[in-house]
């Protein structure tokens, strides 16, 4: 629900509540990753995408733009030849490391669990 140009907190489960547009972008695997990689710092766009392996340059420059948009990073442009752009979270974009950090650790403690289970699954399909 938005008022004065503020959301507010509604129900999740509403098709219509902004929370959702925000859960839709920070589980996004590029944007979960992208802010996994800049918790160490800035990095410049093929430090990110060598970091991150196998997303495609306009991908990552999509997310990048929407992060930025976002409030959750800066891109700070260096006027040198060739321009040097590099990325950085912002204090908001820096909170989302402990979250997406969790989440990542749940993942790493329960893959052999869940491709157990998908094993398990497509075998009785």
């Not at 979960?32 to 990095?43: D, I, M, S, T």
């Not at 929407?66 to 204090?91: I, M, N, Q």
Request: with cysteine; hydrophobic share 40%; charged share 25%.
């Amino acid at each position: 629900m938005v008022t004065n140009g503020t959301y507010e907190r509604g129900d999740l489960f509403d098709p219509n509540c902004g929370t959702r547009l925000i859960l839709d972008r920070i589980g996004d695997k590029w944007t979960a990753l992208a802010v996994l990689r800049l918790q160490h710092g800035p990095l410049r766009f093929t430090e990110l995408r060598d970091g991150i392996g196998s997303v495609a340059p306009k991908v990552l420059t999509q997310t990048l733009r929407r992060l930025e948009r976002d409030g959750l990073l800066t891109r700070e442009v260096f006027a040198e030849v060739p321009p040097r752009v590099v990325y950085d979270l912002t204090p908001m974009g820096r909170s989302l490391i402990g979250p997406l950090t969790a989440v990542s650790d749940w993942a790493e403690e329960h893959i052999n669990a869940i491709t157990t289970a998908q094993g398990q699954y497509d075998a009785g399909s």
